[in-house]
């Protein structure tokens, strides 16, 4: 028997029985071998395809292998944000607790405020600022209730000591002179209480309109009767919003003021400048010295013996008329003014 050697195209030589290749011509042998080799290339492929994908390969061990590295990831970012948080909070921490250990009666205590400017720094700024107005707050009140006090003591005591003395000498009293000294000494406490009441009563929102300046100073002047002549200069149409009753006490005020001080006349104006509404009462007495033109708004306030209580008022009055007009979101202040002494009340027109 005759044996053929043929070779596929991947280079194998493929032995052919000489039956087969004497049926079989060469070039046909060949394809025949060609064949088959792709037949078994495909056995192979179909087998690899129907083999299981190993189990470090599959979905499901995957998405178990995804999911534990997630949690692995939020369970770091959160312990990072935890750490985070409480060296973040823990200034914050801090601060509450010296918050909880102010009180009323020592707000001098102030809260750590850590460095740099970052929000927890600016909160202990704002923290300390507050504490630091009502520590302010409380001071001026205490001192008010000192003054208060000692302000009315005054004209008790001189009504306790007119009533002893008739009781002790009743046939050397003069009944009317003790009558007109107790009405006196009355009269004081009344506009002191008075005063008082008006000041806790002053910001109140009720009873807001609005009030024409020019009107107001007309309606005012017409109800008084005034040693000193009153020379005016009204503009028209200079209007506020504002409680009628307060700014007719603050004008009142400072007319009381200019005619208690004032040497010969008293001017009153009322002028607009820009958005501001203004009213000016001017007296033509004694200077006010720079350094004391804020202090004389202060409560109780007296310069020298011409400011005394000989000369009337409760002490009250300046302080009265500076408290409305900041309810009403203005201004009061002295100002130069050659010759005369001048108070200035500076409104938001409207």
């Avoid at 044996?3 to 194998?12: D, E, F, I, T, Y």
């Avoid at 750590?112 to 504490?131: F, H, M």
Wanted: hydrophobic residues 45%.
């Amino acid at each position: 028997m005759s044996r053929l050697w043929a070779r596929s195209p991947r280079g194998r030589v493929t032995l052919i029985t000489s039956a087969a290749a004497a049926l079989v011509p060469a070039p046909v042998a060949a394809k025949i071998l060609a064949a088959g080799d792709a037949r078994r290339r495909l056995s192979r492929i179909v087998a690899r395809a129907g083999r299981r994908t190993p189990s470090a390969l599959s979905a499901r061990t995957r998405e178990v292998i995804v999911s534990a590295q997630l949690t692995a990831l939020v369970a770091v970012a959160g312990g990072a944000a935890w750490v985070a948080t409480g060296r973040a909070l823990r200034p914050v921490a801090t601060m509450r607790g010296e918050l909880d250990d102010a009180n009323a009666s020592d707000l001098s205590r102030r809260v750590t405020q850590p460095p740099g400017d970052g929000e927890v720094a600016r909160l202990a700024r704002s923290v300390n600022g507050t504490l630091a107005r009502m520590e302010r707050a409380a001071l001026q009140q205490r001192q008010f209730a000192s003054d208060a006090s000692h302000e009315l003591r005054t004209p008790v005591a001189g009504l306790r000591a007119q009533l002893e003395s008739a009781q002790l000498y009743p046939d050397d009293t003069d009944l009317q002179a003790l009558v007109r000294g107790a009405l006196r000494d009355t009269d004081r406490l009344e506009a002191i209480i008075d005063d008082l009441l008006l000041l806790a009563k002053i910001g109140s929102r009720a009873g807001m309109e609005r009030v024409d300046l020019a009107e107001l100073v007309r309606q005012e002047l017409a109800a008084r009767t005034d040693q000193l002549p009153v020379q005016v200069k009204l503009s028209p149409d200079v209007t506020v919003q504002g409680v009628r009753m307060q700014l007719a006490r603050v004008l009142t005020n400072l007319l009381d003021n200019a005619q208690r001080y004032g040497d010969s006349e008293v001017r009153v104006i009322v002028t607009r400048e820009g958005d501001q509404a203004v009213l000016a009462v001017e007296n033509d007495g004694s200077y006010i010295p720079v350094e004391d033109r804020e202090r004389i708004f202060e409560r109780f306030a007296r310069l020298d013996a011409a400011r005394s209580r000989d000369a009337g008022g409760t002490g009250l009055g300046l302080a009265i008329a500076r408290d409305v007009a900041i309810a009403h979101r203005g201004q009061i202040c002295v100002e130069d003014c050659p010759g005369h002494a001048r108070f200035v009340l500076r409104l938001p027109a409207v």
